[in-house]
């Protein structure tokens, strides 16, 4: 059973939750911890419902993109260029002491102002984005693509 912060936050998760079964699937959703789960082409899109602040939740839609692959100011110029291109959503580095890193793309809407229209845009976004450059990333930068992630050794564990 799932922790939550408050009432509102588990409201906003039974909401996201709900959306995200009539959208998707119930048997194509699933609960990974606090997260939610969904494969879309070839990548795994994640939904999280956060405290933004300490009255009012969030929800981030996320994907991991490229993992194990080296930081690179080549990297990291790359990825903030790319932002500027996006609609929605941001490309982030979680990177660990090793140098290594995980490339992730994350968009978050204030839970009062979701809709169920809103959430599939923000999944189909961040699942079209994902799925498009992954395989460029390995093939500029290295590392692997995320998708074996998915049910093993998954780094949320390590993020927040």
Known sequence: M?????????????RVRDF????????????????????EGSTVVYLR?????SEKPGVEVFSYIVTDVPASEELMRFLLT????????A??????????????????IPAEALSKEGLYLS???VARVADNVDDLLVEKFGGRTAIGMHGRNDP?????
């Open 49 to 53: 419902v956060f405290p933004i602040t």
């Open 91 to 108: 490309f982030g580095l979680m990177i660990e002491e090793s140098n290594r890193a995980t490339v992730l793309l994350t968009h978050t």
């Open 156 to 160: 949320h564990e390590r993020w927040e």
């Open 82 to 89: 790319y932002n500027l291109k996006l609609t929605m959503g």
């Open 20 to 39: 995200a079964y009539s959208l998707f699937g119930e048997t194509n959703v699933q609960t990974v911890e606090d997260l939610l789960a969904l494969q």
């Open 2 to 14: 799932m922790a939550f912060n408050d009432e509102r936050q588990r409201l906003a998760y039974e």
């Open 123 to 125: 999944v189909s976004a």
